[in-house]
């Protein structure tokens, strides 16, 4: 996902969350980039087109989360932010 978690808890979480929330996020980052290195060579070993075929389904599903669940937060404050999000909720 790159950098996408790190905009999110950046422009997200609370003053005072940002502390749990960056170390719980950069936990699950880790572990999933440990995840992904960790099965590619099997996953190639099956099947080449179906190691692509997955990988292009989880970018799919990335996109679909983002368009979907992610609040646009461009011009405005976090307190807004934080307003729509417990609206929301």
Do not use: C, H
């Not at 070993?45 to 937060?73: I, K, M, Q």
């Amino acid at each position: 996902m790159g950098p996408v978690p790190w905009v999110i808890m950046s422009e997200i979480f609370s003053i005072d969350m940002k502390a749990i929330a960056g170390s719980l996020v950069t936990l699950v980052s880790w572990i999933g980039s440990f995840a992904i290195s960790y099965s590619f060579s099997f996953l190639m070993d099956w099947n080449s087109a179906g190691t692509f075929f997955l990988f292009s389904a989880a970018s799919l599903v990335t996109v679909l989360f983002v368009a979907r669940l992610v609040p646009e937060t461009k011009g405005r404050t976090l307190e807004e932010i934080q307003e729509s999000l417990k609206a929301s909720a």
